[in-house]
């Protein structure tokens, strides 16, 4: 009997033991829980980047945005190939200075062109997610005309009572990149004809059939066709890669 009493009383003293340890361990996760939720709450970010698009204020308001608050979850991710999908970047990197300050290096996804609306700039990119609103007008960008939109809003893609319009534009703001145009603006109509204004002549692209071909054959006439004042009509892919520029007269000069 004795020996039975002994033996519970050990039992229940492991089992109080292992309970402390067991409340011991929870504190002490909680504790770090805590410590990781308040400790690297994150207050700002530098940024590097390469285009300059963006200033560092845009970049701190879409971080907000996005909800992320937490400086080592961000760098933890970043650092295990986790990262965050942001917008703003085709690629970025996460230095940590502080719990409560982070430098994010960055390569900024291309703006395409924009939309100007009661004087405000709406810059997209690719995908014709509205990027960046702003008074100011960036140097190099193309000023987008003939999209009718229902919509812009930032950080969402552009909402149009044409998608095929949207569509046609897409392909043609993101294949001109290739060359060194200097597009000043783009034009689309109803029926998705595409226009481009390059120096002081337009290039009537048509539909986007044979895109890539007619934007070939326009490199390689660029030098001579930048020359004059006109309109070139490039509506019809040319095997020969000839077309007919119509010069503009004198009065319209």
């Given at each position: 009997m004795k020996q039975r009493r002994k033996l519970k009383r050990r039992r229940r003293k492991k089992l109080r033991k292992w309970v402390k340890v067991f409340i011991i361990a929870v504190l002490?996760?909680?504790?770090?829980v805590v410590a990781v939720i308040f400790g690297f709450k994150l207050q700002k970010v530098d940024t590097k980047l390469d285009l300059g698009q963006f200033t560092n204020k845009e970049v701190n308001d879409y971080i907000k945005k996005e909800g992320i608050d937490n400086t080592l979850w961000f760098w933890i991710k970043n650092k295990t190939g986790h990262s965050d999908k942001l917008e703003l970047f085709e690629d970025y990197t996460v230095k940590m200075n502080s719990p409560f300050k982070v430098t994010i290096t960055?390569?900024?996804?291309k703006l395409k062109g924009y939309i100007n609306v009661n004087k405000i700039y709406y810059y997209f990119d690719e995908n014709g997610v509205i990027l960046k609103q702003s008074t100011e007008k960036i140097k190099g960008i193309p000023k987008i005309t003939g999209v009718e939109c229902n919509n812009?809003?930032?950080y969402k893609k552009m909402?149009?009572?044409?998608?095929?319009?949207?569509?046609n534009l897409l392909d043609v703001t993101t294949s001109i990149q290739e060359y060194k145009y200097n597009v000043k603006r783009i034009d689309v109509n109803k029926d998705a004809e595409a226009t481009m204004y390059v120096k002081n002549v337009a290039v009537q692209l048509g539909k986007n059939s044979n895109l890539?071909?007619?934007l070939r054959d326009f490199n390689d006439m660029y030098d001579n066709v930048i020359k004059y004042k006109?309109?070139?009509n490039m509506k019809f892919v040319s095997e020969d890669g000839s077309y007919t520029l119509k010069k503009a007269d004198e009065k319209s000069k």
């Open positions: 002490a996760i909680a504790l770090l960055a390569y900024e996804k812009l809003t930032l909402d149009v009572k044409n998608k095929k319009v949207l569509e890539d071909k007619k006109g309109t070139l």
